[in-house]
């Protein structure tokens, strides 16, 4: 019987994920090395040779077994579109890199991916075996990372995930906060100046459907599944689902806004916000077989309001 992994190596530590799973990990009795895109370019080969060398040597000479989970992407939706180069670079390319340099150096691997493999045609939640269909340049680079990892290292664990939030990004619920604070500022500016009556308003997509995940939940997530020795293709993602319109308005309610007192909250198709990049509608996973291994998430809006009690503390 192999001992259990004790010691993982954060590629991508400065992001949301990385930062989740750095604040996990000692709960799972997990010693971290984390690195950031700032530490340790993965498009480097020579670099990821090195440090996973050296990892390896250690967890070695410390008789236990080590893993390195990959947190890095390249995320940003929209450049994608004009930076289709770069988005595969980092997220196929680089992906299948670290799995053959892991596999090499005798280390379990996790790739984590997302729902934009999907086109979001589907009328119910995708499954691990629905075929894939991405229809950005993002989720097709994701899509071709998730091949790479998977073809360079037999064991390689592979979770999708949708919708995240968390503590060191950026994120829609922040991004709501943020809008709304503009326009209830803009709003009560107004009055005090002309009088008006008017209530300050937010648009917000109703026709997108996924489940919001919080990065300290999806590490802990991350993390069960690699203690279980899990391999290949898992969805993960918070229990539930809704619309943006309506993680919108809890989060508006969790941060103490009156919704329509404050201000009002209009729904709206995705056509009102055209974008270079499709978005999937139904963002929804079936995370059926994460479950059958004893790895739920909590309902979406647990998640949410523990990251809400976090930003106001």
Known sequence: MTSPIREI?????????????????????LGTRPY????????????????FGAFAMHVARAGIRGAVINAAAYTNVEAA??????????????????????????????H?????????????????DDAPNPVSVYGASKLAGEKAAAEAHSRALIVRTA??????????????????????????DARGATLSGNKPALQVVADEVGSPTYTLDLANGLL??????ATGLFHLTGAGSCSRYELALETLRLAGF????????????SAAFPTKARRPLNSVLDCGKSERLGVRLPAWQDGLSRFMTALRD
């Open 112 to 128: 984590v991916s997302t729902d934009f493999v999907f086109d979001g045609e589907k009328p119910g939640p995708y499954e691990e």
């Open 224 to 229: 069960a599944l690699l203690s279980a020795e």
């Open 258 to 269: 009156a919704v329509p007192g404050d201000l009002t909250v209009e729904p709206v198709t």
């Open 36 to 51: 950031t895109e700032a530490e340790l370019d993965i498009t480097n080969g020579a670099a990821i040779r090195s440090v």
């Open 163 to 188: 919708w995240t939030y968390g503590p060191a990004g950026v994120n829609f619920p922040v991004k709501i906060l943020e809008r709304a604070q503009a326009a209830t500022s803009v709003a009560a």
């Open 9 to 29: 190596l954060i590629v991508g530590a400065g992001g949301m994920l990385g930062t989740a799973l750095q604040l996990a990990a000692p709960s799972h009795g």
């Open 81 to 110: 579109e004009d930076d289709p180069d770069r988005a595969h670079l980092i997220n196929a390319t680089a992906a299948g890199g670290l799995a053959v340099a892991a596999r090499d150096e005798g280390l379990a691997f996790v």
